[in-house]
């Protein structure tokens, strides 16, 4: 909300809008761009969906209530869950719920463009297994309350074999950090803060700033690697730029394809 303005991103709409409130009114209603924050057409009416996942029309709720007594037993009165959908409350926790509303439920990957490309850093894939353990341990903590029964963790969430299966379907880009040695030979340099000696300003220190561009034309250096090919003149301005844009801690892109 902004003075007069509410902006609503409703599920299930390409756009956001924009309502112009005048006093207790509806003004005006336009589409708009979020980037720009540019009006675009404007519209006579808006419909809303839910902000929540759950559905709680009739069918939805005697669905629920179907699926709910196949997998609990004692006095479904007692629990909080079963009693408030069935009187059309979305209590809170409701979403660990979701596969009791409908025939199956869908997952991230189900959701991706066909040519996506997954970008993954330090393989954060990797923790999967521990991230699943933990569910599994706090499920046997917590399963034991009549009041409160939970579903099973495979119902809710995808196992780390499941996971694994449509992960590795992506094409992925995996990004590495890791702390590289000060300089040595071969093609990744790691240059100190201080710039390398074979580049020197051209200008007096206070005027570096201004001109930093300007640098002197050592001869080729050993240490860069490869050698700037024959004609194209020498390498101080890769070292320069390692030098002045230099991280602490290097990055390396890895490029994987699925395979056949």
């Known amino acids: 909300m902004r003075g007069s303005l509410i902006d609503v991103f409703p599920m299930g709409s390409d756009t956001p809008f924009r309502i112009d409130m005048l006093d207790r009114d509806v003004d005006s209603i336009r589409r708009f761009d979020p980037d720009s924050q540019r009006s675009l057409d404007k519209l006579d009416r808006i419909e809303l969906l839910p902000a929540r996942e759950t559905p709680l029309n009739p069918d939805a709720v005697r669905e629920f209530r179907r699926r709910y ?10 629990q909080a ?10 209590p809170g926790g409701i979403e660990y719920f979701l596969p ?10 189900e959701y991706l ?25 706090r499920h046997e903590q917590l399963r034991h309350d009549r009041r409160r029964p939970i579903l099973d ?41 201080v ?15 201004r001109n930093w561009r ?11 690697s490869p050698p700037s090919p024959p004609g ?21 892109l890895r490029v994987f394809s699925p395979a056949p």
């Not at 992960?167 to 300089?183: C, G, N, R, S």
């Not at 640098?215 to 250096?221: G, K, L, M, N, Y």
């Not at 020498?234 to 730029?241: E, L, R, T, V, Y």
């Open 113 to 137: 463009p066909p040519d996506s490309v997954l970008v993954v850093m330090n393989d954060a894939a990797s923790g999967v297994d521990g991230l699943y353990d933990g569910i599994v341990e």
């Open 69 to 78: 007594r196949l997998r609990f037993t004692g006095d479904l009165s007692e």
């Open 153 to 193: 963790p495979a119902e809710v969430y995808l196992t780390p074999a499941e996971f694994q299966e449509s992960y590795a379907a992506w094409p992925q880009i995996q990004l590495h950090t890791f702390e590289w040695p000060p300089e040595t030979a071969g093609v990744v340099q790691n240059f100190p803060s």
């Open 100 to 109: 009791l509303f409908f025939d199956r439920t869908s997952h991230l990957f």
């Open 195 to 209: 710039a390398p000696a074979a580049v020197r300003s051209t200008r007096a220190p206070s005027s570096r700033r």
């Open 232 to 252: 194209a003149g020498n390498c101080c301005s890769i070292c320069f730029a390692a030098a002045a844009f230099k991280p602490r801690f290097s990055t390396i």
């Open 81 to 90: 869950i079963y009693r408030d959908v069935s009187s059309g409350i979305a």
């Open 214 to 224: 300007r640098i002197s034309r050592p001869a080729p250096r050993a240490s860069c």
